[in-house]
């Protein structure tokens, strides 16, 4: 995590989780064209849900201690949302809570001659996140793990539906 990054969630996650939310990821994504930068947030309540109405709470908090800190040079774009269905796994907790679930995981340096997972996540042990691919569990290491997300499917959509 870059440095930058850690400044934000040191600015950032106190002020959700006194509000009683959870912050999943924070993002800083340039435009394609080069000129806005946006700063993402995806945030959650503990037990995973998050309406528009928190979203939109949240933003309010965030810009206002944004604007005291300042700690982003130049103009940008805040943007708060929900993780979604198909959601960033970026804290141990989201691999455990998620285990049984499709998922893809892409490492920082290849483990194994192998950078690239897709299949059943399986939990995590210690610091290794488990998941199963044709058959075989192979065990990451966490701290390893560059970008992993749930896959979109008819068991994450039923299971979604049943948490609304």
Not at 4 to 17: S, W
Not at 54 to 59: A, I, T, V, Y
Not at 66 to 71: A, L, S, T
Not at 92 to 103: P, Q, V
């Amino acid at each position: 995590m870059s440095s930058q990054l850690k400044k934000l969630h040191e600015i950032i996650d106190p002020v959700a989780e006194e509000m009683g939310y959870e912050i999943v990821r924070i993002a800083m994504v340039n435009s394609a064209t080069g000129g806005d930068v946006t700063l993402q947030i995806m945030a959650e309540r503990p037990d995973g849900t998050m309406l528009i109405e928190d979203c939109e709470k949240l933003s309010r908090e965030i810009s206002v201690i944004m604007d005291v800190e300042d700690p982003i040079a130049g103009e940008y774009v805040l943007e708060v949302s929900t993780p979604g269905v198909d959601r960033p796994l970026t804290r141990r907790k989201d691999f455990e809570n998620y285990a049984g679930y499709e998922a893809k995981i892409e490492l920082s340096v290849p483990e194994d001659g192998r950078r690239r997972y897709r299949g059943l996540l399986q939990g995590v042990t210690d610091n290794l996140v488990r998941i199963k691919v044709d058959g075989e569990v192979y065990a990451v290491d966490f701290d390893n793990i560059h970008r992993a997300k749930l896959v979109l499917t008819d068991e994450l959509l039923a299971a979604a539906s049943r948490k609304q």
